[in-house]
């Protein structure tokens, strides 16, 4: 079963405006989330994350919430620029346990900035 | 610093053979993570080195190994190759800190492996 979930493929914004990825997970003892953003043919480059302490991070024009009761977190682009095209992937780690960490991947949502 | 390096970039291999992928971390971190991205599967774990050690594995079958070395580069290895094996394998570094379990991974440029 897929733990984490990103439930849109694909997301098309006009530069400028506001970009908003969301991210559902499933499993409750999750206390780390990340974006990355991938180009092809590239390894994914690290945006931002949060601790599950947090329900908020900021980092110029990146920002992510979480909103732990739903279960759910979104990264706002915020104004989105064409380089920002690119293939976006939630991620989470949780202490299982276990030492280690091994992050969960959703399948990545495509987004796209036209200019 | 230097990100995080990997070799080969791109391999083409037949069914039955096997290869050794290499990873150089960023400078200072000592956990080395692996993990496969295929179209159908997206992006998951295979297995995480930490000083020498392996201390987590992701569900893959034992044809998939890895070790690190004690200057934190590491390799992993898949032996019988199967076409389902073609994917795009990245590594990441990351640096624990203390206290802290949950750390963030930086990624390599990943090596593309074709089984033919």
């Known amino acids: 079963d897929q733990q984490v979930k990103q439930n849109s493929p694909s997301l098309s914004v006009q530069e400028g405006r506001i970009s908003i990825l969301n991210c559902d997970y499933t499993?409750?003892?999750?206390?780390?989330f990340l974006w990355y953003k991938k180009y092809p043919a590239e390894g994914p480059t690290f945006l931002i994350s949060?601790?599950?302490?947090?329900d908020k991070n900021e980092d110029g024009r990146f920002t992510v919430f979480l909103n732990k009761s739903a279960k759910h977190l979104s990264l706002h682009i915020v104004p989105s620029q064409p380089g920002d095209s690119a293939v976006y992937f939630c991620a989470a780690s949780g202490d299982f346990n276990q030492a280690g960490t091994a992050l969960i991947f959703g399948k990545g949502t495509t987004l796209s900035v036209s200019s | 610093k230097a990100g995080v390096t990997q070799t080969p970039r791109y391999l083409i291999k037949t069914r039955g053979q096997q290869v050794t992928l290499s990873c150089s971390p960023i400078?200072?971190?000592?956990?080395v993570s692996w993990y496969q991205q295929t179209p159908g599967q997206g992006l998951q774990f295979l297995f995480e080195?930490?000083?020498?050690?392996?201390?987590n594995k992701g569900n893959f079958p034992g044809r998939f190994s890895g070790r690190q070395f004690s200057n934190s580069r590491s390799e992993m290895n898949v032996s019988t190759l199967e076409l389902g094996d073609s994917a795009l394998y990245l590594c990441?570094?990351?640096?624990?800190?203390?206290?802290?379990?949950?750390?963030?991974?930086?990624f390599g440029p990943g090596t593309r492996l074709l089984v033919l």
């Open positions: 080195y930490f000083s020498e050690t392996q201390r």
């Open positions: 990441a570094s990351s640096q624990p800190k203390t206290g802290l379990r949950s750390e963030t991974q930086y």
């Open positions: 400078s200072g971190h000592r956990s």
């Open positions: 949060i601790s599950s302490i947090k």
């Open positions: 499993n409750s003892m999750f206390d780390y």
